[in-house]
């Protein structure tokens, strides 16, 4: 029997301290380029229970709740992240509970909205908690998600490189072989799982749903104007969108 | 208004010697690694209606007809190609036209399956042949299909390389620059339109279809254990398939 559990790198002191200096960690969503594409994806949220899978520091717990959401459940791993999460968050409707989204139990039918940025490619055992997903939302409900571009965590040995003609390259390998990577980022030894597009299409339609949008992420001009280094994004993407329903 | 015109590379004598040599010239289906794979997603074809876009030299015409479709069409843009198909083919039932997929016109409501393989990825104007494609296809009727993966087309420079480390690399850039890419293949000049996999699926939805099958295409370990050249597809794809429903 599979019995796969996070690794709660979030709760390193040198992961943590890395983390909580990102733009996105100290702005919120307004920090996150690829927010307003995310957000573009979501349903009406007045009136809906929503939950958010890795909700971290709150941000979108509360932004569903100033949209008019009903009830908002945040769920994370990370005991640092929770606390300040709840330290920031003065609304009763708005609950942060500790989990681990590789052994996730949820009540069946729910949920209008099932949201998650960026910890899907951190979870093993993807194919149960999606079955565990598609059961917690209410028919017609939707699943809106981000996670790592498969291009950004193919690589035995991921980084930018400059080839002999002077142009910035991405050098790819492994594309095809899926599994953990373990990579030095804020800390050393983290562990993501990579995944193609094509797999994340195969096991949303396996757990039940209805892929209905797919996106390889790139900044607009306007971004790249204001922040000339998202350029490298068009490059080689470090995020992919989806959304699906019930 | 655009008025996109395929380029018909495969009437270029150097690059149609080139291609007539390939393995999947020479011995039909069997010479194209990814085709147990897309004729997995094939329907039955017992008294289907069945249409070829880039048709080539029949070989799946021929075998469609084999497995009992009633009739099959094939269309293709290169009058040497259809000239070898319609002498190595004898049967009534198989019909092969010359015709640009840029311009394609085809009766409403009239196919089973329209089938592709490695065509897609010339055509400009995608969006328009989708719609033309949806609806020549019977309600519930498949359209399946093959084109370069994005990470083939992606490169402004495409190629392997070897890194400092000796690790056999894919350099990627410009993977969200879609469009033109002029290379090299067989013959000088030949251009495809490079597009994510994020885009296929976007079309495809708003041409009316919906996505059953993505696939970024790898091979078995036996078909490495018997051409161990195939490994390198491990390291980065060449094919993506697809099969959509009307």
């Known amino acids: 029997m599979k019995q796969a559990m996070t690794q709660n790198i979030y709760d390193d002191p040198r992961f943590f301290k890395g983390y909580s200096g990102l733009p996105r960690s100290v702005h919120g969503l307004a920090g996150a380029p690829e927010w307003p594409s995310l957000r573009a994806l979501l349903p009406p949220l007045s009136g809906a229970s929503v939950i958010d899978l890795g909700c971290g520091f709150g941000w979108f717990c509360r932004w569903a709740r100033e949209q008019g959401a009903f009830d908002v459940l945040g769920l994370d791993v ?67 998600f981000s996670a790592e571009h498969p291009l950004l965590t193919a690589p035995s040995r991921p980084g930018w490189t400059v080839d002999g003609d002077g142009r910035k390259v991405w050098p790819v390998d492994d594309y095809l072989v899926e599994g953990p990577r373990t990579t030095d980022w804020l800390a050393s030894g983290v562990v993501k799982q990579h995944r193609t597009i094509a797999t994340y299409f195969r096991l949303l339609r396996e757990a039940g749903f209805t892929p209905a949008h797919i996106e390889e992420w790139g900044p607009t001009d306007s971004q790249i104007a204001a922040d000339p280094a998202l350029a490298e994004e068009r490059q080689r993407p470090t995020f992919m969108l989806f959304s699906a329903f019930r």
């Open 78 to 144: 990370s005991r640092n992240m929770l606390e300040r999460a709840r330290n920031e968050t003065q609304d009763p409707n708005i609950r942060y509970e500790i989990a681990d989204l590789e052994q996730l139990m949820l009540p069946a039918a729910s949920f209008d909205l099932v949201y998650s940025s960026l910890a899907f490619h951190y979870i093993v055992d993807l194919d149960t908690m999606l079955n565990t997903v598609h059961r917690a939302l209410k028919p017609g409900g939707r699943l809106v």
